[in-house]
Nanobody
Framework: EVQLVESGGGLVQPGGSLRLSCAAF????????MHWVRQAPGKELEWVSR???????FYANSVKGRFTISRDNAKKTLYLQMNSLKLEDTAVYYC?????RGQGTQVTVSS
């Protein structure tokens, strides 16, 4: 059974940084492309970033140049380094594999 557990969210001021982590269980992590998605209050789910099993990365235009996705296959962990955070980055962030998502981690950007 796929299980994804996100952590690392919190309250940060605009311009600040956070690093999210997602621990993966129940599947061969190294063999799958992984995604980060987010959902802001009252809005639909938004795709943020993807990392392929070969390490190729992709970003939504809204986060390009500020966020960095990475993975550690030995630790079965996905990361999202978020820099230069903006108010509009406030959301619950989820890692996802296909239709599976974790419980999410709240990121709040506020002054």
């Amino acid at each position: 059974e796929v299980q994804l557990v996100e952590s690392g969210g919190g309250l940060v001021q605009p311009g600040g940084s956070l690093r999210l982590s997602c621990a993966a269980f129940g599947f061969t992590f190294s063999m799958y492309d992984m995604h980060w998605v987010r959902q802001a209050p009252g809005k639909e789910l938004e795709w943020v970033s993807r990392i392929n099993k070969d390490g190729t990365t992709f970003y939504a235009n809204s986060v390009k140049g500020r966020f960095t996705i990475s993975r550690d296959n030995a630790k079965k962990t996905l990361y999202l380094q978020m820099n230069s955070l903006k108010l509009e980055d406030t959301a619950v962030y989820y890692c996802s594999l296909g239709s599976s998502r974790g419980q999410g981690t709240q990121v709040t950007v506020s002054s």
